[in-house]
């Protein structure tokens, strides 16, 4: 918790209470169903919220924004970046039913009326979003291929409308591959723990 208040002072005393008992709920329900692995749930709030929450050192969502995490697992980073921010719609999709049945769970018992979880896979989704976000799910390649048509025109950020991504290691090869405008934000420019060394947060406009 004191490691989300150094990065994040501003939270209000409700975002605060709700990532808290992330803690607590994350402990009990990895025991029933393995969301994240056991060694990872002892560092959860860096390894798993914090990390997450990289995303919010590159953007900020307006009110309005719909964003769309693929293959979001136990609900990273979709869980933390809707309560930071409450007014932006947040769909998490992955394939793994059992593990969309907890995050629902998750985000109920977190009063987040702004996700909406679902089981399902990407290459099926018709709706558009400004943003999609994820967390290493595949190469950055077929990645783009799956979401490209959920991208909404409706541009009203910044930042144009398009993917961040959270990957750690060398990412160059991925990126020639990808062979498209990309822009590449290493979290260590804003986290000093170590595990932030070689994570990044790589925007791809579409």
């Known amino acids: 918790m004191e490691l989300i208040k150094k990065y994040f002072p501003d939270l209000t005393a409700t975002q605060m209470e709700k990532i808290d008992q992330m803690g607590e709920l994350y402990q009990s329900w990895n025991a029933k169903v393995n969301l994240i692995s056991r060694q990872d749930i002892d560092t959860l709030y860096e390894r798993h919220i914090?990390?997450?929450?990289?995303?919010?050192?590159v953007i900020q969502f307006k009110p309005g924004t719909a964003i769309l995490d693929v293959g979001t697992g136990g609900g990273f980073p979709g869980i933390p970046l809707a309560i930071l921010f409450p007014e932006a719609k947040f769909?998490?999709?992955?394939?793994?039913?059992?593990?969309i049945r907890v995050?629902?769970?998750?985000a109920k018992a977190l009063e987040l009326d702004n996700v909406n979880a679902e089981?399902?896979?990407?290459?099926?989704l018709e709706d558009?979003?400004?943003?999609?976000?994820?967390?290493?799910v595949t190469r950055l390649t077929p990645f783009v291929g799956w979401v490209r048509k959920?991208?909404?025109?409706n541009s009203f950020h910044s930042l144009r409308n398009g993917i961040l991504y959270l990957k750690g290691g060398d990412l160059a090869e991925e990126i020639a591959e990808?062979?498209?405008?990309t822009r590449t934000y290493a979290l260590s420019d804003y986290f000093t723990e170590e595990f932030f060394e070689t994570k990044k947060v790589v925007y791809v406009p579409l």
């Open 103 to 106: 995050v629902q769970e998750i």
């Open 119 to 124: 089981q399902i896979r990407a290459e099926r």
């Open 150 to 153: 959920n991208i909404s025109r």
């Open 91 to 99: 769909h998490l999709v992955d394939s793994v039913g059992k593990k």
């Open 50 to 57: 914090l990390h997450s929450l990289g995303i919010a050192k």
């Open 128 to 136: 558009t979003y400004e943003f999609v976000v994820s967390r290493a």
């Open 178 to 181: 990808l062979n498209l405008k």
